[in-house]
């Protein structure tokens, strides 16, 4: 398995806690995001990704994309520890809690989106962080409503899955924008306990090998 991603990308993050959580090697080929003009719009991983983002996961002739895609294949090709709920309502309550992370919190702090910002509309870094720090408070403060009445350890159950895997790496760029996460109690306490286990804690940014300042 050849897995291009990059340090600081929630999606690659995602990807690395559920490899740890899986047990499952594999080998790195970083994608930094930032050098030379991004070295996701070369012509060899335009190839291998027509996107250009991160991550790609390279396996038995396939090409996957999308983290979300790419944490779903790894729970069906290795079903221990499961990622998702048995029960079928379960599953759509912790998908949807998992795509409104990935699908629109995410998505407004992508690296190209925040290019876009300052290239185009000219926006300066206060204004950009202002930017993050709004869709991502709102996001998160809505993903904490939907797991207020929860009375496990981690989002939906007692065992972290797929709905922690994409918390824990949007709470990591709440940080980083400057994010007032006092008001997610709940929140917290599920970041907290997922990053006491090892495989949260292997998989963060600072402890990658293409890790920069």
Partial sequence: MRFHGYFRSSASYRCRIAFGL???????RPVHLRRGGGEQNTPDYRQLNPQGLVPALETAGLVLTQSLAIVEWLDER??????LPADSDQRALVRGFAQAIACDIHP?????VLRFLTSELELD?????????H????????CEA????NEFDFAFGDAPGLADIC????MYSADRFGVDLERMP??????DRCEALPAFAAAHPSRQPDADA
Avoid at 22 to 28: A, C, G, I, N, Q
Avoid at 135 to 142: D, T
């Fill in 22 to 28: 899986k047990h499952v090697e594999y080998d790195l």
């Fill in 167 to 170: 918390l824990v790496p949007q």
């Fill in 186 to 191: 709940r929140l917290r306490a599920v970041r």
């Fill in 78 to 83: 290795y079903p221990e520890p499961p990622l």
């Fill in 125 to 133: 870094q206060a204004q950009l962080d202002r930017w993050c720090q």
């Fill in 135 to 142: 869709w991502i408070g709102e996001g998160l403060m809505a």
């Fill in 108 to 112: 407004l702090q992508n690296l190209r």
């Fill in 146 to 149: 939907l797991i207020a009445g």
